[in-house]
Structure formats: structure tokens, C-alpha cells
């Protein structure tokens, strides 16, 4: 008579934190139904997630899914689930269909989120939702959340935040409910981090992107699109420098009654690379596009009056940017004598043209900034600080927008074309660069 062989099998040791306590052995050890760890980048939330995924599954027959907001985030979880699963002898690595059947029958499958319906049906053990903030609140609440109630299945949320949406909501339910748990763990809690590195890229990282990133912090991208931004930082508080060039950022109104404001900023670049902003226009009614035109001549008479001032030639042109849409006025101000240079647009154009601002806002660690304002300007500072995202109000669920309210945002809108410009394009002689774009004369 045939005797049945088990075999014993080992799981990777899970870290218990830099402090030898507080890691992801800490969270395994929980009894909580629903857990939620938030979590820095490189924490090991991952790691710990297919460990759970190993555990249940090994403990009886039953299924489990690792649901990411599509196959590509997905991948890494899947890789990890591949590895172990090709370590344990028995079980199948299905690599097409992305899921392992471990010796016991139990399967663990990793699934996209971008059709939430296609997930129903199922009775499953236990779910690891990665990245929940990018999935989307009806994939749990309507679509696993029942798949659970008949099994009594386990769900785990492990991801980093982005801002105040549904993950959040569940967070905060988290600390009063008994059935559930939650953690916030910082990037520096690994003990396999050198906290040199952390401290590295805390020094060169956007104060924001790294308390969301690496703190974890549900608010650090919250409302206030230049949270940077510092009324007495960035004042210019030296002495005139000598400036490479100048450029200036334009935004149009039209001419009817509640139509927005004309806009414009002119700065001037040094050599260290950095932006000072030297005068400013924001006005609106009738014939504005014509005093808009008389600031800018002025504006570069006034620049060339200073360098001459200071005892050396103006560099070159100035070079104007504006929205490419409103080529109209683009076309305008070329037949009025201005270097005009469209912005590029397209999608994610306006998010990546605020991070460049950002990062230009940011005190390095020399003390200086690559985007500072002449004490006179009053605009300016206005425009930077009433620029947001649009507030959540009643629903604090609703996911974040990553879009700014388009409520007097045109001075903001000029300094974004502005910066874009002084970092996507070549720096050099504007008269060589730009000459072509100058009117003809006859």
C-alpha cells in the first residue's frame, strides 16, 4: 500500500523593519480580515503581498487573485508569483494565462482592472488589489467585495498614495473597524535601504513627490499646485546679474464680456541657469491685445536699457512662447516684430510643464532656487499661490484630478510656457537659434 509523501515547504523570511519590529513580519502577524499598507517605494509591499498570496494558498485548496490597475503594473507581482511558484515542487507555472496551480489545486492568477465586469463571479480566498489608487472604487466595492462575502475571503491593499480618493476613504475606515487593520510604511523602514541613498534623493526630489513616494503621505499632493512656491524664498534679494538671454511667456484673451484675462511674463536667464522674472502683465477689456503689444516692446526696451546699463550687449532676440492653439495671435504678434515660438501641447503637456516649474522652485543645496521674481512684481506671486486643484468638497472619495482648476490661471499659464521653453530648447545665441522666426522686412 502506496504511503502519500508531503513535502515541506519554505517561504522567503519576510524583513521585520530597521527598527527589527515594525516590517512585514509585523503585518503577517496580524489577524485583521482586510489590511491595508501604504507604503514608500522599494518598502517590499510586493514581496509581502505574494508571500500572503503563498500562505493562504498552501494552507487549503482555494483561489486567490493578485488584481493590478492593468497587466503592465501587474508585472511585477506576476514575476515574483512565477519565480516562487517555480520553486515549489508540483506546482504549474501557466505563463500565458498568468496564473499558478499549486500542488494542492489552489490557483493564484494575476488579473488587470481595466474592465472591472470581467472580474465577477468568482468566490475567492483572498485578494491583493496593487495599486488600488489606480483602480477604480466600483472594482472593490461592487465587483470583489461580494466575491469575498460568501467564502469570507481576505483582502490585502498594498500601493503607494495619490492623493486623497477611495483608498483613502478605506484607510480611515480602517482605523475604527475591527475586521480591519492598516500600516504606513516609509521607504527608510527597509532595512535592506542604505539611508544614504534615501537622504540623496530626498535632497534632489520635488519635497512633494517624496512624501508621496517615499513617506507615503496621502496629502503631499493635494490642492495647492505650486505647494513649493515661497513669497520671501523666491524674491530676488541680489544684486542685477548679467543675463545669456531673455524669454517670455503670453497668454490672449479675447474681447468679449467675461472673457479671461491677456497675460505675460519677461524674464531674464543667467548663467547659473536661473530664471528671474522681471516684469509682468495682466489686464483685460477692450483693446488689450494692443497694450499687450505695447508691454512687450516695452518690455524688451527696458531689458536693453539695462544691459547696456551694465556695460554689456543685449543677447540677441527675446523669444516669446505661447499655446499653440491660438495661433492667431501668434501670427499677430509675428507681424508685429516678436520671436514667437508655439508651445508643443499634446497630452500630459500641462502636468509635465507644471513639474518642470516645480522642480525649478525647488531650494537645492546651495540655498538657491532656479526660478526667482524682482521684488516689484505683484502678479507673479498672486498667480502662484491661488493656482489649485479643484477641492474635493462633500465626496473626499472622488479620485484626485490631475488637472488644475482653469479659474485666473493665465499668469500661471505664461510662466508654464515660459519655463518650458528656457528647459526644452537649445540655449545659445537667440539670433542664431530664432532669427528664421522674425519678420521679414523688405
Known amino acids: 500500500m502506496s504511503q502519500m509523501v508531503t513535502t515541506a515547504i519554505r517561504l522567503p523570511p519576510l524583513h521585520r523593519g530597521r527598527d527589527g519590529k515594525s516590517g512585514q513580519q509585523e503585518i503577517a502577524e496580524s489577524p485583521a480580515r482586510f489590511k491595508i499598507i501604504i507604503c514608500g517605494r522599494r518598502w517590499g509591499k510586493t514581496t509581502y503581498g505574494v508571500w500572503e498570496c503563498f500562505r493562504t494558498g498552501l494552507q487549503q485548496k482555494c483561489l486567490i487573485w493578485w488584481i ?103 484607510w480611515n475606515y480602517a482605523g475604527i473597524s475591527n475586521n ?103 489686464e483685460h477689456g477692450s483693446r488689450v491685445t494692443e497694450r499687450q503689444v505695447e508691454w512687450m516692446a516695452e518690455s524688451e526696451a527696458k531689458a536693453h536699457m539695462l544691459c547696456k546699463k551694465m556695460g554689456y550687449k543685449t543677447p540677441g532676440v527675446t523669444i516669446w512662447r505661447a499655446d499653440k492653439t491660438q495661433s492667431a495671435f501668434i501670427q499677430m504678434m509675428r507681424n508685429n516684430g516678436f520671436a514667437m515660438i508655439p508651445s508643443k501641447g499634446g497630452t500630459g503637456s500641462v502636468s509635465a510643464g507644471i513639474e518642470m516649474v516645480q522642480r525649478r522652485l525647488k531650494i537645492r543645496g546651495d540655498g538657491r532656487a532656479k526660478l526667482y521674481y524682482a521684488p516689484e512684481l505683484t502678479k507673479f506671486p498672486e498667480g502662484m499661490e491661488r493656482y489649485r486643484y479643484p477641492d474635493l468638497g462633500d465626496n473626499e472619495f472622488k479620485p484626485q484630478s490631475q488637472n488644475p482648476l482653469k479659474i485666473n490661471d493665465d499668469m500661471v499659464d505664461c510662466i508654464r510656457y515660459q519655463v518650458e521653453g528656457a528647459d526644452l530648447y537649445q540655449v545659445g545665441d537667440p539670433m542664431k537659434l530664432f532669427g528664421h522666426l522674425l519678420p521679414t522686412v523688405a
Do not use: C
Open 68 to 170: 493590478a490597475p492593468s497587466y503592465k503594473v501587474a508585472m511585477p507581482g506576476w514575476v515574483m508569483l512565477r519565480a516562487l511558484g517555480n520553486l515549489i515542487p508540483g506546482a504549474q507555472v501557466k505563463e500565458g494565462d498568468r496564473y499558478v496551480v499549486l500542488p494542492n489545486g489552489t490557483e493564484i492568477w494575476a488579473k488587470s482592472a481595466d474592465d472591472p465586469d470581467s472580474l465577477r463571479g468568482e468566490g475567492l480566498a483572498l485578494v491583493v488589489f496593487d495599486e488600488p489608487s489606480q483602480i477604480r472604487e466600483r472594482t472593490w466595492t461592487e465587483v470583489i467585495r461580494p466575491s469575498l462575502a460568501d467564502t469570507k475571503g481576505r483582502a490585502i491593499f498594498i500601493g503607494t498614495p495619490k492623493g486623497k480618493n477611495w483608498v483613502y476613504n478605506l
Open 180 to 282: 480591519w487593520d492598516r500600516w504606513r510604511k516609509f521607504t527608510i523602514d527597509n532595512p535592506f535601504i542604505d539611508p544614504a541613498e534615501i537622504e540623496e534623493i530626498k535632497a534632489t526630489e520635488l519635497e512633494a513627490v517624496f512624501k508621496q513616494e517615499y513617506e507615503a503621505d496621502f496629502g503631499a499632493s493635494q490642492l495647492n499646485v505650486y505647494d513649493g512656491f515661497d513669497r520671501v524664498l523666491h524674491r530676488w534679494k541680489w544684486e542685477i546679474p548679467r543675463f545669456e538671454y531673455f524669454m517670455g511667456g503670453l497668454d490672449f484673451a479675447g474681447t468679449t464680456i467675461g472673457s479671461h484675462k491677456s497675460a505675460g511674463i519677461f524674464a531674464g536667464v543667467t548663467a547659473r541657469d536661473e530664471i528671474l522674472e522681471l516684469f509682468e502683465f495682466e
